[in-house]
């Protein structure tokens, strides 16, 4: 696994000199991608963003999926680990949808709807162990490639912003598993604001469970990111 990632990274400057070919598109984007186990997924059983809620699954990784008219949704759970305090493991689940653009030299470009995306971060070592925040980060990917796997199929390979690669993902479903795709949180409803609040602190203790758990099962979780992602 990892003389694959050195692998995908000596290509990586090969392929982003390229321009747009054929081999971007042994099939189309269009679907629902995931990595690894397959355990993240886009769609309901991921996020609740009305109410800003999450589904935990059992592994981490990272799920895109894509319509044919251009619209997008990303999945992630992962662990960030920190060299210089190797017990604090941090925990981010991260959602957002919105509209994406094939660029002419061969990236993607990904602009959030609306204020719709969110993370929730868990930090053990923070000030604040456990809090959801808004995410509206337009996200570049340089280059993206679309291999076939002789044991799983379609195979997504996405270059970020900086050429480093994301995990590979392999195709769920060629129809895309999705939340609507339109607005979906109106944050601009005093409505909205209170549920939010409400939302929040219902989910602290909670969530701090699943903390414990996490932390807990770190080796395993560690290896997980690390073949996973
Ligand atoms: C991929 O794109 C090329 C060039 O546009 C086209 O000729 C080919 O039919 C496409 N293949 C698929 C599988 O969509
Ligand atoms: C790692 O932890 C140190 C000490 O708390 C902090 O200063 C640093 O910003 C952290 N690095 C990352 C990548 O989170
Ligand atoms: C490709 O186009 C995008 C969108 O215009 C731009 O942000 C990105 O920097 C370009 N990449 C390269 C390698 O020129
Ligand atoms: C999201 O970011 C874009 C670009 O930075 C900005 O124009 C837009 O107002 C932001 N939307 C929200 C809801 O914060
Ligand atoms: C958001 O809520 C406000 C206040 O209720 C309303 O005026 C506005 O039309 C709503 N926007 C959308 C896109 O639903």
Not at 38 to 47: I, Y
Not at 105 to 112: E, R
Not at 176 to 198: C, D, E, F, H, Q
């Amino acid at each position: 696994m990892i003389f694959t990632h050195l692998l995908v990274l000596t290509l990586a400057p090969v392929l982003i000199a390229q321009d747009l070919t054929s081999d971007h598109n042994t099939t189309s984007l269009t679907g629902t991608w995931s990595s690894g186990s397959k355990a993240v997924l886009t769609g309901s059983g991921f996020a609740n963003p009305v109410k800003q809620t999450f589904n935990y699954p059992p592994t981490t990784g990272i799920s895109f999926s894509f319509t044919d008219d251009f619209f997008y949704e990303i999945a992630r759970y992962r662990f960030n680990s920190n060299g210089s305090e190797p017990t604090c493991i941090t925990g981010v689940m991260n959602w957002v949808h919105g509209t994406y653009i094939l660029q002419p030299n061969g990236s993607i470009t990904m602009t959030p709807t609306g204020s719709d995306g969110y993370q929730q971060i868990q930090d053990p070592c923070g000030a604040i162990s456990n809090f959801i925040e808004p995410y509206n980060d337009t996200e570049l990917y340089q280059q993206w490639r679309i291999y076939t796997d002789p044991q799983q199929g379609f195979k997504l390979h996405l270059f970020q912003f900086d050429g480093s690669p994301l995990a590979p993902q392999f195709l769920v479903s060629p129809t895309p598993n999705m939340l609507p795709t339109g607005l979906i949180r109106n944050t601009t409803s005093n409505k909205g604001k209170a549920v939010l609040k409400r939302e929040l602190t219902a989910r602290s203790s909670a969530a701090g469970q699943h903390l414990t758990v996490g932390v807990m099962g770190l080796v395993l979780l560690s290896l997980t990111s690390v073949l996973v992602l």
